[in-house]
């Protein structure tokens, strides 16, 4: 009889347990279907937290259904935002990340700024990324933000290699970002820039530029930073170009397609244009905007004593620089370090760095 009545009561625990679990299912998409614009973004594994408490909510921002009312985002936003990509699907930030994060928001207080997330992430815990929420508590102008990447690039020259040869790719997390970036400036508009390019400065006379792209050296662009209006015929034939070119066993299929676009669209060099600065209303920006360590120079960012006097010329002459993070993710620096990098990032983003107390 004793025996019975467990197993009766296991089964009453067990019933009870899913009841929970439906009715808490059922109260998160009740939420989330109140704005079709926002998702439920946990910050902790607190299935029993009470989710009426505003500390324990976040929202993701989900700009799929503005990629065909872009009217609607404007009105929200503005139109000189800036967007970060963040395509690894693991639902943390890196430390470095987030500096590039709290320098651009802090030197740009009024302008919008999203990290835009991809591969369906509905829930993150910002308990295992606490600079991003200390990030998030202290710049009101952060935005954390999701996409559907399909949807993003459906009815562009993209949408065919979406669904094609991108799966091919060794890259896929890189070659996604570099496709996207162009699907939500193509629909959306504004400027795009990379998790590895710290900024000095405000970048205000480079975002009312509305079409620009960047240079890396004297006669090659890159794709770390740019920025267009929506629906701009230049930005359409990049991505045709990237369309017809893109490799997915080339790393920088991307901006090599850039540079063919560029050559066949305007019917000049690369170098000309640059030397140039603007040709139509498409602005050029040289090297020394905000690239201004040219990739076969990265390490001079990251040598133990620094190239003498290059963080004073940094701060001086550019609005930021490109830190080249698929050389340099996996090098690690003391805080001690006087590495220019280092020195930069205790500049530029020292809250950040306050959440890596040995290492950066």
Known sequence: ????????????????????????????????????????????????????????????????????????????????????????????????????????????????????????????????????????????????????????????????????????????????????????????????????????????PIVRLKNFLTADAVDRLNTCMLGFQRNHPFLEFLMKIVSEHYDPFEYPTVPQAFNIATRKYFDLPVADVLAMGKVSDVSFLNVSVISPVEYEDFMDLYGGKGKVGLVEKLLENSFGVHLWGSKSSNLKFKLQSKAPFVVLAKKLCPRAIEYTPRYL
């Open 1 to 204: 009889m004793a025996v019975k009545m467990r197993r009766h009561f296991r089964l009453f625990v067990i019933l009870l347990v899913a009841i929970v679990v439906l009715f808490s299912a059922a109260v998160l998409l009740l939420l989330s279907g109140n704005d079709s614009r926002k998702i439920i973004f946990l910050l902790d594994d607190e299935a029993e937290d009470d989710l009426t408490g505003h500390e324990q909510l976040q929202f993701l921002i989900d700009l799929t259904p503005m990629l065909d009312d872009p009217a609607d985002f404007q009105q929200n936003y503005g139109d000189d935002v800036i967007f970060f990509t963040e395509t690894s699907g693991t639902g943390r930030v890196h430390v470095r990340a987030v500096c590039t994060l709290e320098a651009v928001s802090t030197f740009n207080p009024e302008t919008h700024v999203f990290l835009v997330f991809t591969r369906n992430l509905l829930e993150i815990s910002l308990s295992r990324n606490p600079a991003l929420a200390d990030l998030l508590k202290r710049m009101q102008n952060v935005h954390l933000a999701t996409v559907d990447f399909r949807q993003a690039v459906k009815d562009t020259p993209l949408e065919e290699l979406s669904t094609s040869r991108l799966a091919k790719s060794p890259y896929p997390n890189e070659h996604l970002s570099d496709l996207l970036r162009l699907g939500l400036l193509w629909k959306l508009g504004g400027t795009y820039m990379d998790l590895d390019l710290l900024t000095f400065k405000s970048l205000a």
